[in-house]
Each structure stands twice: as structure tokens, then as C-alpha cells.
């Protein structure tokens, strides 16, 4: 059954995208979608930026065991600790099209996505018709650099989650309202691809320690599922949730990432209404696996 509404107030608000959060350091980082910026905030709203990278849409932020920070987007970018940027590992031949998310497992296996296709020039088209064949694909990054597919035949991935074991992976299918999951092996391949939830619109996602997970739906709502699909808790937004991040000191603070979505053809406009917002909420069942 569903159970009331969450209370939610503002961290940060007037800014031209927000996606992708990650609790690191006793802060909150996230990519500043329009801008180069990687911003940080503490839970007072004090906010700075980290780090700049590239400008744009679709990039998500990790970081390897040593603490150096890695970006996504046209290549799977690190910072290192002097300031200058190097290519990590090239993924073109897996795709040559934007990296958007990537997850970092308890074994320091990075697995990223892509969407597979140009999103400026035909996201427009595949929304109007989805009969087009998916082309998302999963990589895996293992720590000796060695990068391969792992999946593939994905209706525009986004958002994933590893469970605490690393046996489990889950991603958000955006095109079909689905969650699928997908298990681990030990050396990091993907196998038994199954619909671990659908119903919902499924972005950036978090998984809590319950074994539920968070995300978005159409109705500008964030909500707490569960495998199968019920809904275990919901909250109701003014805008589109786009992201969340289970973070602070017991990993028991909700952080949304919410912004007023106009349409797939209109991020130009998203980004100059600066209608981006940050939003928390108090949860009772804490934050769990990766990231």
C-alpha cells in the first residue's frame, strides 16, 4: 500500500538542468547540465563548484578508489589531480555515440551507457515512433582499463544501480516505462535480462536498503518501487524528477533532481528557464549499493 506523501523543501533552485547526483564526501555532486560546471552542495545549500568539464546535456560523474573524479559524454573523460583532463579508456568502437550514465561497483568495475544514436538529431523522431529498433548499449570498464559490450538492445538506457552483493544490476529503460535487471557475474558480464518493474518513467535511480528503488514517473511524482511494481511511497513534484540520490550522514536523505520538462525538442529553452531545482526529503529506510 502506499503510504503518505514525504514533506520535501528546496536546496538549490534557479538552475538550467540538474541530473545525475552523487553523495561523495559528505556532499552532494552533480553534473550542471547547459554549463561546464560539476557542483557540489552540503545540506545547508552551500554550494561550489568542483571541477569543470564539457558543456551540454548528458553527462554523469563517478569516481575511481584512488578519489579521481571521471566524467561522461563524447568519451569517458578523467580529472587528474594537477587539473588536466585524459581520456580514461576509449569506448569508440563500442559506440561512437554519446556516454551519458555510468555506475562504479564495490570491485571498481565501472559500467557506463549509451543511448546509440544521435540525441539532437533523431530523439525527436524515435519518441514519435517507437517501432525503431532499440540501440542502447551497456560497457564495462574493468580496473586494468580493459573495456567491452555487455549488453545490448536497450530502449534508451539511463539511470543504473548495482545492489550491495555486485550480483545485481538495474537500469532504467526510459522508452518503455521500464526497470530491468540483470545479473553479475564475477567477472563483470551481464546475463538473465528480465523487467525487474514497469509502469513507471524511469530515470536516474537509487536503491535503498529494502531492495526498492527511486525514481520518476510522468506524473511529476518521484516514488519509492518495489520489485514487481508496486509503489511503496510517493511524492508529488511540480516539475519532472529527472534523477535521485539516496545521500547525507545515514544515507537517509532523498535527493531529487527536478526540472520543468517542455519536450524533447525544447532543452534550449529548458536551459534558459532555469527551471532546475534540487529537492530533498527525510526517508526512513537508508540509501544501499552502488552509487
Given at each position: 500500500m502506499t503510504r503518505a506523501t514525504?514533506?520535501?523543501h528546496v536546496l538549490l533552485d534557479g538552475l538550467a538542468m540538474v541530473e545525475s547526483p552523487r553523495w561523495h564526501d559528505g556532499r552532494l555532486w552533480f553534473p550542471h547540465w547547459g554549463t561546464p560546471d560539476i557542483i557540489s552542495v552540503d545540506l545547508d545549500g552551500n554550494a561550489r563548484v568542483m571541477a569543470r568539464d564539457r558543456s551540454g546535456?548528458?553527462?554523469?560523474?563517478?569516481?575511481?578508489?584512488?578519489?579521481?573524479?571521471?566524467?561522461?559524454g563524447e568519451r569517458l573523460s578523467r580529472h587528474e589531480p594537477d587539473g588536466s583532463v585524459a581520456v580514461h579508456v576509449d569506448l569508440a568502437r563500442i559506440s561512437k555515440h554519446l556516454w551519458s550514465e555510468m555506475t562504479i561497483d564495490g570491485r571498481g568495475n565501472i559500467y557506463v551507457n549509451s543511448i546509440g544514436f544521435d540525441f539532437s538529431a533523431e530523439m525527436a523522431d524515435r519518441?514519435?515512433?517507437?517501432?525503431?529498433?532499440?540501440?542502447?548499449?551497456?560497457?564495462l570498464v574493468t580496473p586494468d582499463?580493459?573495456?567491452?559490450k555487455?549488453?545490448?538492445?536497450?530502449a534508451f538506457p539511463n539511470g543504473m544501480v548495482i545492489t550491495p552483493d555486485n550480483r545485481t544490476l538495474i537500469v532504467s529503460e526510459s522508452f518503455t516505462g521500464k526497470l530491468l535487471a540483470f545479473d553479475v557475474a564475477?567477472?563483470?558480464?551481464?546475463?538473465?535480462?528480465?523487467?525487474?518493474?514497469?509502469?513507471?518513467?524511469?530515470?536516474?535511480?537509487c536503491l535503498d536498503a529494502d531492495g526498492a528503488i527511486w525514481t520518476g514517473t510522468r506524473n511529476n511524482e518521484c516514488v519509492r518501487v518495489a520489485e514487481g511494481g508496486e509503489i511503496l511511497d510517493r511524492i508529488q513534484l511540480d516539475r519532472s524528477c529527472f534523477a535521485t540520490m539516496l545521500g547525507g550522514p545515514e544515507r537517509r536523505t532523498l535527493f531529487m533532481m527536478a526540472n520543468q520538462f517542455l519536450g524533447v525538442d525544447r532543452f534550449d529553452e529548458m536551459l534558459a528557464k532555469r527551471s532546475g531545482q534540487v529537492l530533498v526529503a527525510q526517508v526512513r529506510t537508508p540509501g544501499a549499493g552502488w552509487p
Open positions: 514525504l514533506e520535501t546535456l548528458g553527462h554523469s560523474i563517478g569516481w575511481l578508489s584512488d578519489g579521481r573524479l571521471l566524467v561522461t519518441v514519435r515512433d517507437p517501432s525503431k529498433p532499440p540501440a542502447g548499449v551497456i560497457a582499463g580493459t573495456a567491452r555487455v549488453a545490448d538492445g536497450i564475477d567477472d563483470g558480464t551481464l546475463s538473465r535480462r528480465r523487467v525487474w518493474a514497469e509502469g513507471v518513467a524511469p530515470d536516474g535511480i
